[in-house]
């Protein structure tokens, strides 16, 4: 058990809908990484957040989302779903310093979009 | 930003050691490696992290050569609930923090 938990655990939407993922950090965490994994694949690195702000973002469209609150709580969230939006998402809490960003997994929430 | 490319799949017995290498031959100076094992439908499972030469904790070794253009993860006596996917993961920090999984490498543990 790493402590990072994530809701809902699955979820199904239908194209053009949007959707909010939430996951709560590991204690003593102030850092927050999004990942979505498709069927097969690996992760893919959409955004991180660090002190409530964007910190890093990879190549995803501006549709992928996300907030971090003051207790570095996040949530994701994706608009106008695409049936290609269906994944395993996955948040991932770390501590940020100078020597080390190791970070620890949620269950992650598989969404389906039809 | 590195690319990390590893091997598609591994077979062993239960009991052998087994090398799992992945390749991040892009990798920034300030970049870390880190391995992860997953399991079906789960969240991937730290397992060991390291920067450069040799790290070794109760579970793995992490061998990284000095151009760290490469890193190999040990694990040793595997027994058959390590039948799993272990991927690779290459963070760096160029202003922003940005993070490149491997491709994966599917290890099946034989009795």
């Known amino acids: 058990e790493t402590g990072v938990t994530q809701s809902p655990t699955h979820l199904i939407k239908t194209r053009g809908q949007q959707v909010t993922l939430r996951c709560s950090s590991q204690?003593?965490?102030?850092?927050v990484s999004w990942y979505q994994q498709a069927l097969g694949q690996g992760p893919q690195f959409i955004f991180q957040?660090?002190?409530?702000?964007?910190?890093g973002r990879g190549n995803f469209p501006p549709r992928f989302s996300g907030l971090q609150f003051p207790n570095y709580s996040s949530e994701l969230n994706v608009n106008a779903l695409e049936l290609d939006d269906s994944a395993l998402y996955l948040c991932?809490?770390?501590?940020?310093?100078?020597?080390?960003?190791?970070?620890?997994f949620g269950p992650g929430t598989r969404l389906t979009v039809l | 930003l590195a690319k990390t490319t590893q091997p598609i799949s591994m077979d062993s017995y239960e009991g052998q050691e087994v090398n799992i290498t992945c390749s991040h031959n892009?990798?920034?100076?300030?970049?870390?490696i880190t391995w992860y094992q997953q399991f079906p439908s789960q969240g991937p499972r730290f397992i060991i992290q390291?920067?450069?030469t040799k790290v070794t904790n109760e579970v793995a070794s992490l061998f990284i050569p000095a151009d760290r253009k490469s890193s190999t993860l040990s694990l040793p006596r595997v027994s058959l609930s390590d039948t799993a996917v272990y991927y690779c993961?290459?963070?760096?920090?160029?202003?922003?923090?940005?993070?490149?999984f491997g491709t994966g490498t599917r290890l099946k543990v034989l009795a």
């Open positions: 991932a809490s770390s501590l940020s310093d100078l020597s080390t960003d190791t970070q620890y």
């Open positions: 204690s003593g965490h102030n850092t």
């Open positions: 957040y660090y002190r409530e702000e964007e910190n």
């Open positions: 892009n990798i920034a100076t300030n970049d870390y």
């Open positions: 390291g920067y450069k």
């Open positions: 993961l290459v963070g760096a920090f160029s202003g922003t923090y940005k993070y490149i």
